[in-house]
C-alpha cells in the first residue's frame, strides 16, 4: 500500500524526538516519563514519599480501570524516592526486585505512598500502597533497590 494508513494509525513524521515540554522536579530529579504519565510529586522526607496520580483515560485499560504497568511504574518510582529520602539528587536507585499485588480497581485519583523498611549501605528495602479517594487499596508492592552514589562529574 502507498500512503494508505487502512488502521488509522498515526503516521510517523521522521522525527524521532517529541516536542520540548517543561519537565517537573520529581524530588531533585528529571525522570521524562514520570512527566509523560503526570505524576504528581507531593512529599519526601527520610524513608516516606508520597504522590499522587490524577485519573487520566489514555492510562486506562479496557475496563476503564487504571492500567497495571501504570501502576506498577508509579509504584517503581515512588519506591525509590523514599529509598533515596531527600531531594539532594546525590543518590540514585537501581531497581533489584519488585513484587506487586493488585486488590481493586484503580478508579479515579490515586494516592501513592511508600515507606522505607531498612536501608544498608549498598540496598534499601521499601514497601508502598496506591489508594482510591475514598481510601480503598488498590495495590501494594515491596521493592529491593541498589544504591547508586553519584561521583562529582561522573555519573
Not at 496520580?53 to 525509590?80: A, E, I
Not at 519488585?98 to 485519583?109: A, E, H, K, R, V
Not at 514497601?127 to 562529582?152: Q, Y
Request: aromatic residues 6%; contains cysteine.
Amino acid at each position: 500500500m502507498t500512503g494508505d494508513n487502512p488502521l488509522s494509525l498515526p503516521v510517523h513524521n521522521g522525527s524521532m524526538t517529541a516536542p520540548a515540554t517543561a519537565q517537573t522536579d520529581y524530588f531533585g530529579l528529571t525522570i521524562p516519563f514520570m512527566h509523560f504519565i503526570g505524576l504528581v510529586p507531593e512529599h519526601i522526607e527520610q524513608g516516606y514519599a508520597r504522590t499522587t496520580l490524577p485519573w487520566r483515560q489514555d492510562l486506562t485499560n479496557s475496563r476503564g480501570d487504571v492500567h497495571g504497568g501504570t501502576l506498577m511504574s508509579v509504584l517503581d518510582f515512588t519506591l525509590s524516592a523514599a529509598a533515596r529520602g531527600s531531594p539532594d539528587g546525590l543518590e540514585g536507585m537501581a531497581t533489584i526486585d519488585m513484587n506487586t499485588s493488585f486488590l481493586s480497581p484503580g478508579t479515579g485519583d490515586l494516592t501513592i505512598e511508600a515507606r522505607c523498611l531498612r536501608r544498608g549501605a549498598s540496598i534499601a528495602f521499601c514497601e508502598g500502597d496506591v489508594r482510591r479517594a475514598d481510601g480503598e487499596l488498590v495495590a501494594r508492592a515491596t521493592a529491593t533497590f541498589k544504591i547508586i552514589r553519584r561521583r562529582p562529574g561522573g555519573d
